[in-house]
């Protein structure tokens, strides 16, 4: 029988999230999605066979076993407090900034409660998700949306949350090196395609080497006197990673206040 999983909020993640898991095949969960973006319900109950709409957030609630809370945060309160959970039921809090006392209040007596941040690719099932605290049931859901990584702490937990904030900045990065190519008469869509493609070969170099640190492998491509090495220690001398790690700090900052 197929686990009855219940989507509050039918936005971005929702949709990575359905999607992934309905490419996974096997149809270990019948998927409830809540009526609001009705466009984007529509789309993926059309589009699986798995998936259906609810008639209110209610009844996502009292129509599935695991429950998956996926609104923003400045409604999430005024959401989560008009209904009523049962004792036993699943919660996977999605929303930042939430604490696990805080979402635990807003779902009582719904018992098991689970903070997740999924990332966009768990469309692609390439998602690295962090989770706290353990629950079988919810790392089941991510290990097939990707990796799960339960971790023991809630402080733990911020920490990954803040790693998340490297994303935009992981594609301005790319952007100067294609925009730079652009400017040295390379087409744009030919500077694109280039970095993508170098970018995802350092990528699949890191997950196929675990044993080797960030460090190593920047070491393993800085040929003594070679051109990645003058970049690397130009970036080094003008503190662009301190810089960097200081910006992580601040994130944390903001993270941990706002889950306390
Ligand atoms: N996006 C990510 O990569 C990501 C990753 C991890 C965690 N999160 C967290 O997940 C949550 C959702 O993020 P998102 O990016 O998916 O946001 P989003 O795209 O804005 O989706 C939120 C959805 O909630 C719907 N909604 C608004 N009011 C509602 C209500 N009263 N009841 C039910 N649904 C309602 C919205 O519908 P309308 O469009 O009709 O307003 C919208 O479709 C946030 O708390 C965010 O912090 C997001």
């Avoid at 030919?190 to 460090?215: D, I, Q, T």
Wanted: hydrophobic share 45%; with cysteine.
């Amino acid at each position: 029988m197929p686990l009855k999983l219940g989507f509050l909020g039918t936005g971005a993640i929702t949709s990575a999230m359905v999607k992934g898991l309905c490419s996974a095949g096997g149809e270990r969960y019948a998927i409830r999605l809540s009526p609001r973006n009705a466009e984007t319900a529509a789309d993926l109950a059309g589009r699986y066979r798995e998936v259906s709409v609810a008639t209110s957030n209610q009844a996502v609630v009292d129509e599935s076993e695991m429950v998956v809370i996926a609104v923003r945060p400045q409604i999430a309160e005024h959401v989560l407090s008009e209904l009523r959970f049962r004792e036993g039921q699943n919660a996977i809090s999605l929303v930042s900034g939430y604490s696990l006392r805080r979402v635990s209040g807003l779902v009582a007596p719904a018992g098991r409660v689970t903070r997740a941040v999924p990332l966009p690719s768990a469309a692609q099932r390439r998602s690295p998700t962090a989770m706290y605290p353990r629950d079988e049931a919810a790392v089941e859901l991510f290990a097939l949306l990707g990796t799960a990584f339960a971790v023991d702490t809630e402080s733990e937990f911020d920490a990954l949350c803040t790693a998340t904030a490297t994303m935009a900045a992981y594609f301005a990065y790319a952007d100067a090196a294609a925009s730079w190519l652009a400017r040295n008469g390379i087409p744009q869509t030919k500077a694109r395609e280039y970095v993508a493609g170098m970018y995802a070969g350092l990528a699949g170099a890191a997950v196929e080497a675990p044993e080797l640190s960030f460090h190593e492998l920047a070491a393993d491509h800085a040929t003594r006197g070679g051109i990645n090495e003058q970049v690397l220690n130009y970036l080094v001398e003008h503190g662009v990673f301190q810089t960097f790690s200081e910006v992580l700090d601040a994130v944390m900052r903001r993270v941990s206040a706002a889950s306390r």
